[in-house]
């Protein structure tokens, strides 16, 4: 009896050890960054420069994994339903993943209950982009020819994205008639803006501002609360447009129940990664603005724009069954 109580005691000793321990081998293998979105996107970049910045510093290989499809939660599934161990995580853009609580009708898991904020890694305001032919040189400009014709065209990059709803709030809060063309994302709807298959996209800025130099595109304004740094005299639409903000927001989570350890490493270690030198030009070309925040703080703005974004759902009605 004495020699099972001995046994049981070591082993419970062992099971409420276990995350510390955890934390104080982690990483024991290799960690994978679960991507959802394709290879060559901006989104993409950003993950493959962190990974292989940790995988120096974790002294374990960081690998990437794409899996886009189906406004990220193809890529969501797959980490909610991963083991909570810190080795496999979601590297995606945040707020098409708290998008999808309100646009789609079943998810196979919860954005907010099933994952652990683990950090931020950067933000990259949406440029709204016209082609040439619809003749507009300015927000104020686009939003007279649209109203004046009902129904202009506007691409996005999926139902549920954040190109998607942010084209949507600035339908809502510029008063005009849009029709929503939707593409499997990537460079898709930049393609077919190029050749005048659609009039305006709410674009990601990395996608579409070289053909903006180019003189191809026309781009009109940032759906930001301020300037860009890095593009100082593209207008914001709020200069216009009061309230259409939409954003790349870069970040990474861990499913639920991942040890608070071995997730504050990660937040420490992603937070180094995107301070590097190569990472700060990746990010500069990108028109990307870095953002540090500690796993609560990641935590409070991911709940907070579930319910700003489940407001603009509710008033345009999109959803996905």
Known sequence: MRSMLSKTGALTLGLMLSPALLAQAFPTKTVRFVVSFPPGGATDIFARTLAAEM???????????????????????????????????????????????????KLPYHPLKDFAAVAPVNLSPLLLVVHPSVGAKSVRELVNIAKAN???????????????????????????????????????????LLSGEIAMVMATAPASMPYVRQGKLVGLGLAAARRSP????MPTINETVKGVEGAVFSGVLAPAGTPQNVVQLLNAEITKAAASPKAK?????????????????????????VRVWGDVVKATGVKVQ
């Open 55 to 105: 995988t120096r510093t974790l002294r374990q290989q960081v690998i990437v994994d794409n899996r886009p499809g189906a406004a990220t939660t193809i890529a969501a599934e797959l980490v909610a339903k991963a083991p909570a161990d810190g080795h496999t995580l979601l590297f995606t853009d945040l707020q098409t993943h708290t998008i999808t609580t309100s646009v789609y009708a």
């Open 150 to 192: 009902p129904g202009i065209t506007c691409g996005n990059s999926g139902v549920g994205t954040v190109t998607h709803m942010t084209a949507e709030r600035f339908r809502l809060r510029a008063g005009i008639s849009v029709t929503a063309v939707s593409y499997k994302g990537g460079s898709t709807p930049i393609v077919a």
């Open 281 to 305: 030009e990746i990010f500069a070309t990108n028109i990307a603005e870095a953002v540090v925040m500690n796993p609560a703080e990641l935590a409070k703005v991911l709940e907070q724009d």
């Open 230 to 233: 890095f593009l100082p005299d």
